[in-house]
């Protein structure tokens, strides 16, 4: 089973892998700054706890037992060549950047897995926001992954089947294949983010 416990203060966070149901953090404070947050993640059967708040207690702060209940709703997911499923379930985002005006500029959406890898899918100019099929001419991935633009030669498609309003989902799923300096690959993924703005 794959099970983590996040902690987060001040918009940092740090990871730790649950072994034998426990887990373990080392880490410093001020004693006029003891809030932390805890939240624990179920990877294999897409779970979590709320966000839960503690303070520091010395030398130990035991925070007693986590229990993933709650079912993940929102998720970047991605597989290279058949090996494991990558999963973003942290600070996921998708967003319209704009200009000063307003004006809606581009599409990005993006996130972070428990091993720290990253993703960020956005638009490479402005295509809109229709639904439908494009290509790397219109929208780039980068991360942990690589780098993979109309400059990388690839067949990789992105197909936008929802993207709604603030609050609402923006779906995606993207696959092909792609040449890398180690060969050529198969990407498949599949987005469901909450659309942030």
Not at 69 to 88: M, R
Not at 127 to 143: F, P, R, V
């Amino acid at each position: 089973m794959l099970l983590t416990v996040m902690l987060t203060r001040h918009g940092g966070y740090e990871f730790s892998p649950i072994t034998n149901g426990t887990f373990t953090f080392n880490t410093t404070y001020c004693n006029s700054d003891t809030n932390f947050r805890l939240k624990g993640v179920d990877y294999d059967n897409l779970q979590t706890t709320d966000s839960i708040s503690y303070n520091f207690v010395a030398p130990i702060t035991n925070v007693g037992n986590l229990t993933a209940c709650n079912a993940i709703t929102e998720f970047i997911s991605y597989q290279i060549d058949g090996d494991t499923t990558t999963l973003f379930l942290e600070n996921l985002s998708a967003y319209l950047t704009s200009n000063g005006a307003g004006t809606p500029l581009r599409l990005e959406i993006s996130g972070y897995d428990q091993h720290q890898n990253s993703i960020l899918i956005y638009q490479t100019g402005w295509a809109g926001l229709d639904l439908g099929t494009y290509t790397t001419n219109e929208y780039s991935i980068e991360g942990t992954l690589g780098y993979i633009d109309s400059g990388t030669t690839n067949t990789i498609s992105f197909n936008l089947s929802s993207f709604g309003n603030i609050g609402e989902f923006v779906d995606m799923t993207f696959n092909g294949t792609y040449v890398d300096q180690t060969g050529t690959h198969t990407l498949s993924g599949l987005i469901h983010v909450i659309r942030d703005n």
